[in-house]
């Protein structure tokens, strides 16, 4: 079964930096779309950013373009989220996501259990 497990979550200051990972298993990796969502109290899950099977195609939420980067290595199963210039707004559970098919526009039909990130001073 499918199987996304994230880590690299934790505290950090504003203006600080993250990388998260997620390490898929239990499908043809390549072939899937992945995502980030993430979930702050009180608000509905959102994706953050979407890369496609073609690691060229990438999508970001307005609120975190040019601070935050989705990257993969297909030969390792993985998927990243590298977070700069972090604010307290991005405070979340951030969750890692595979897509129904080879872009995001399909929409995204597993999650894993989520890392959160806490941005504070």
């Known amino acids: 079964q499918v199987q996304l497990v994230e880590s690299g979550g934790g505290l950090v200051h504003p203006g600080g930096s993250l990388t998260l990972s997620c390490v898929a298993s239990g499908f043809s990796f390549r072939n899937y779309a992945m995502g980030w969502y993430r979930q702050a109290p009180g608000k509905e899950r959102e994706l953050v950013a979407g890369?496609?099977?073609?690691?060229?195609?990438?999508t970001y939420e307005d609120a975190v373009k040019g601070r935050f980067s989705i990257s993969r290595d297909n030969a390792k199963n993985t998927v990243w989220l590298q977070m700069n210039t972090l604010e307290p707004e991005d405070t979340a559970v951030y969750f890692c996501s595979k897509g129904r098919a080879g872009d995001w526009t399909g929409g995204f039909v597993s999650w894993g259990q989520g890392t959160q990130v806490t941005v504070s001073s």
């Open positions: 890369i496609g099977s073609n690691i060229y195609r990438r």
